[in-house]
């Protein structure tokens, strides 16, 4: 007979339109109200990249993909899918909570955040399991370290082939490709945190894949608090790629991100984008995984995989 699973897809969240900025922003500051002027300045980014995030529909457009998938693939199985969020609502606990409802007793959540071994997305399915806890079920395994999955490389390394192939022969010298993730506070990475390494590896990975002569790993989005943040930032790394690589055509793969998002539409496509236009570069940037087909694949790999270790 065809056993329920518990599909818990876990992702960052975003106000769900401007009138919850303000409670977003709150939540992320652990319930701290951040100044009139952050505030303002935060209302602003979502302004420029359209007033709301697209993250909302693409983390539920992902999720609906990846439970078709994962039904498609066992046929002993029923995935039953529940979004989870960070900082917006439904939030981690509130899935838990449906699935204790609905009779799940064993369940599978992933993080839908490529590099997750830092506090930050750790916490993710540390929410999930202490929620289930204290619920009495279910029993969650939850899938880590997918960035290393075959497909993960194969989606970057086809969009960075394709990038490369429209830039002119003589260009390609002076081509390099930044892969970043986002940045943390210093205080936030305790000494056996293997999140600066996943990027590496992973950028390495990719690198071969693509067979890339030139790329650079850096770290964007540092957030506006007076802590020491993970660096380079990817604006400092690309000027010091300009004038000490001299390098002069910047692919961006943000591999630390899924989606098109604040992250990715502002930060890079606004912010970074306006460094190298400055210096008279030209400016890259291949599409983020969202729905690809080849980047499902690559969860529905992880989620079976984990499934298959915990059997
Ligand atoms: O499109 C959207 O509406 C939301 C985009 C979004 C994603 C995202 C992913 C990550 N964050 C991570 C860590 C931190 C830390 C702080 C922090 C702050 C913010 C702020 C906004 C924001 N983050 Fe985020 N993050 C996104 C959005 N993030 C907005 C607040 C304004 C600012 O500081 O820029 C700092 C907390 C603090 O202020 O004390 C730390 C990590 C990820 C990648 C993993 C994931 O996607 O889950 C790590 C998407």
């Known amino acids: 007979s065809q056993q329920t699973t518990g599909l818990l897809l876990m992702a960052y969240g975003t106000p769900h339109g401007p009138d919850s900025i303000d409670s977003f922003y709150t939540h992320i500051r652990h319930g701290q109200r951040p100044s009139d002027a952050l505030l303002q300045e935060l209302r602003n980014r979502y302004q420029a990249i359209g007033g709301t995030s697209p993250l909302a ?160 790993t850096g770290w964007q989005s540092a957030g506006r608090t007076a802590d020491s943040w993970l660096g ?20 961006y793969c943000a591999t630390g991100f899924v989606a098109d998002h604040l992250e990715v539409l502002y930060d890079l496509d606004v912010e970074c984008r306006a460094v190298v236009t400055a210096l008279g570069g030209r400016y890259i940037r291949p599409a983020m995984p969202n729905t690809a087909p080849l980047f499902i694949d690559c969860l529905a790999d992880a989620a079976s995989d984990a499934l298959a270790h915990q059997a």
């Not at 960035?147 to 192939?165: D, N, P, S």
């Not at 380079?232 to 910047?250: A, H």
């Open 232 to 251: 380079p930032d990817i604006r400092e790394l690309t000027r010091d790629l300009w004038s000490r690589g001299g390098y002069r055509t910047f692919v």
């Open 57 to 216: 529909h693409i983390t539920k457009a992902q999720a609906d993909a990846l439970a078709t998938r994962l039904n498609a693939r066992h046929a002993d199985q029923r995935f039953k899918l529940y979004i989870g969020l960070k900082h917006a609502e439904p939030f981690i606990e509130d899935a838990v909570e449906a699935m204790h409802h609905d009779g799940i007793t064993q369940a599978v959540a992933l993080a839908l955040a490529p590099y997750d071994a830092n506090a930050s997305v750790h916490g993710y399915g540390e929410r999930a399991q202490g929620a289930a806890a204290w619920l009495g079920g279910p029993a969650i395994t939850v899938v880590s370290d997918w960035c290393r999955q075959g497909k993960f490389v194969r989606y970057w390394a086809e969009q960075i082939r394709t990038a490369l192939a429209v830039i002119p022969e003589d260009d390609l010298r002076t081509t390099v490709v930044i892969f970043s993730a986002h940045s943390l506070p210093a205080a936030m990475l305790g000494p056996p945190d293997r999140y600066p390494r996943q990027l590496e590896e992973s950028a390495r990975s990719i690198a071969q894949a693509a067979h890339l002569k030139h790329y650079a």
